[in-house]
């Protein structure tokens, strides 16, 4: 049974299914989708190669993290997670996208919309050849990249629930004084 949770984590998979290794934030996307243990308040997008057109499901959500193939030059299947500080480096092209999540988070932050928690998942492809199948060493990397997804989500489903309790403990404070 999928749980419900309050807070607007969007889980954003990119990636065009007719390239190979370029599909497999998508592919990400529908494991996750059948996953139980996937929150059912966790918004699940398959951003596709829509770019910002993408601006619209991450608009002022409070955690992000998307799920992707990143050329970082490694052995195909590695893995990289990056925070919001350290992805300036993606402007250069690391991402196979013409338009994407570089564009995106630009768009984001010149609207003032920058989601206070960002992730970046990415695998690196074999191939993104035209080809609907991931090549085997990134299909062998899918399972763990939707285990890190979903770890991913549950730190911050945690840390969403200690900041609700830290408001409601604040909000009961109100308006009482100490009795002299």
Known sequence: MKR???GSIIVLGLG???KSDDGIGIR????LQQDARTPSAVRLVDGGTLGLELLQYAWNCTHLLVLDAVDFDDVPGAMVSLEAASLGW???GAMV??????DLLAAMKLVG???PALKLIG?????TELGTELSSQVEQALPHLVDLAL???EEWLREIARHHATETTDDDDEGVQPCA
């Open 4 to 6: 419900q949770v309050s």
């Open 16 to 18: 065009n299914l007719l």
């Open 28 to 31: 990400a996307i529908q494991h």
């Open 90 to 92: 993606l402007k250069g």
């Open 97 to 102: 996208h013409d338009l994407g999540f570089a």
């Open 113 to 115: 919309s920058e989601p």
């Open 123 to 127: 695998v690196q492809p074999a191939s």
């Open 151 to 153: 770890a991913q989500i």
